[in-house]
């Protein structure tokens, strides 16, 4: 049943998308973060939805005038720059036929972010696509939370299977990222019960994301409160909020969750960590070894640990989106990386300031001070995670060269018309 379900949902909405392209970013979005299709348990489970929806989506790219150019930024340049370099590594790789595969699906990834600076050309289209987000990704936040009240936060929490985010780790992390969005959400919304509503699917989030017991996730969790707390122009009632929220987890988690946020000091007897820190100092020494291209997509392989990691046995992926772009795509790669997060940061700043003193562009302001908290959440829990190459970052700098892109429109209308903008953008 679950099969017919998602492919007529899916089939359904391919004509929309030959129409109004821009619903395809929606759809791909959907597919790409929750999965639909691999919850079901027959022959959706292999269907290429995400194909059909990016090849429809193209075909009406080229043939619909509702689309706007790309606009040269320094962040749009350094992302297709690492576009590029991500090119040029495979070609150079040191085992192209393993890399190519990687590229493939790099690619395809970058292409749809790249369509979807092109087609969402107004703030309703965005908020539009902030929603789909939210809730693909928070559905596992909220079904999570649901089983974590259930059972007492005795077991972990799981991600959509053969997905960028199966793992208990990666879905916490994901999940940081998307609760600073529904925050977002929630200060757009007038009706109070959607108000209510939103707040519940982040509390319950924030439930699933405690009972993933990941270790990366709790300091990154760590790290977003401050920032969130440091963005928010209600510090007294939000510290209030976090103060309780953080006291009646405290009160809720089972023993066995704080004997393993402790391991986090004693990391040199934690088999898990050594291992991430041998698949650190395995990057390092072959990105010495082959400095500006790296090994290419999928470098760490048992085959290559032999010849640079310290403790040839002792195999792990990379564990952190820096050593991941280090080994991978070399000190280019890992440098133009860091560049573009940097830049997206500092992004989200001009907004901040351009929209400081106009109320109509208060929502802007909102989601850029919303972004640069899951920026932080990404960059710091990243930090243990292989999740380089992952949808949802690069959906939040389109996000945030979007939101800079309506800023100024609409200054600039104003300033030419003396005429104030609409609430609705």
């Not at 023993?255 to 041998?278: C, L």
Request: net charge positive.
């Amino acid at each position: 049943m679950r099969d017919i379900v998602v492919t007529l949902i899916i089939f359904g909405a391919i004509p929309f998308v030959l129409i109004r392209p821009y619903i395809g970013t929606y759809l791909w979005a959907w597919i790409s973060y929750m999965n639909p299709h691999r919850l079901a348990y027959g022959f959706a489970v292999t269907m290429p939805f995400a194909m059909v929806t990016g090849i429809t989506m193209i075909i009406g790219f080229l043939f619909t005038k509702d689309k706007q150019k790309l606009h040269m930024t320094p962040v749009t340049v350094v992302w297709l720059a690492l576009v590029t370099w991500f090119f040029v590594t495979t070609i150079f790789s040191i085992d192209f036929a393993v890399s190519y595969p990687g590229l493939i699906r790099t690619a395809k990834i970058q292409l749809v972010t790249l369509l979807t600076m092109l087609l969402i050309n107004s703030r309703k289209k965005l908020d539009g696509l902030i929603w789909i987000i939210c809730l693909s990704l928070g559905f596992f936040g909220i079904k999570g939370g649901l089983f974590v009240l259930l059972t007492g936060g005795s077991y972990r929490v799981w991600g959509p299977p053969d997905s960028f985010v199966a793992g208990n780790n990666e879905i916490a992390l994901a999940l940081l990222m998307i609760v600073p969005f529904f925050w977002y959400l929630r200060e757009q919304v007038q009706r109070r019960w959607i108000k209510h509503l939103i707040l519940v699917c982040i509390l319950l989030c924030i439930l699933s994301i405690i009972s993933s017991y990941s270790r990366g996730a709790f300091l990154a969790a760590a790290s977003l409160l401050i920032v969130f707390w440091l963005k928010s122009d209600k510090k007294v009632i939000i510290g209030g909020f976090l103060i309780i929220l953080i006291a009646g987890i405290g009160t809720f988690m089972p023993e066995k969750y704080f004997h393993r946020m402790d391991t986090i000091e004693s990391y040199q007897s934690d088999d898990s960590a050594m291992g991430r820190i041998n698949a650190w100092h395995f990057a390092y020494n072959l990105a010495l070894d082959h400095p500006f291209t790296g090994g290419g997509f999928y470098t760490f392989t048992r085959k290559l640990f032999l010849l640079y990691a310290p403790d040839p046995n002792n195999f792990h992926d990379a564990h952190s989106i820096y050593f991941q772009m280090l080994g991978e795509q070399g000190f280019v790669g890992l440098i133009l990386f860091l560049i573009l997060w940097w830049l997206t940061y500092r992004l989200c700043n001009s907004i901040k300031k351009k929209t400081s003193n106009i109320e109509e562009l208060k929502w802007a302001g909102n989601l850029a001070a919303m972004s640069q908290v899951s920026i932080v959440a990404y960059c710091v829990g990243g930090a243990f995670l292989g999740l380089g190459y992952f949808d949802l970052p690069y959906g939040i700098m389109a996000i945030c060269v979007l939101t800079n892109i309506f800023v100024d429109e609409k200054i600039m209308k104003k300033n030419e018309t003396g005429i104030g903008v609409t609430a609705d953008g």
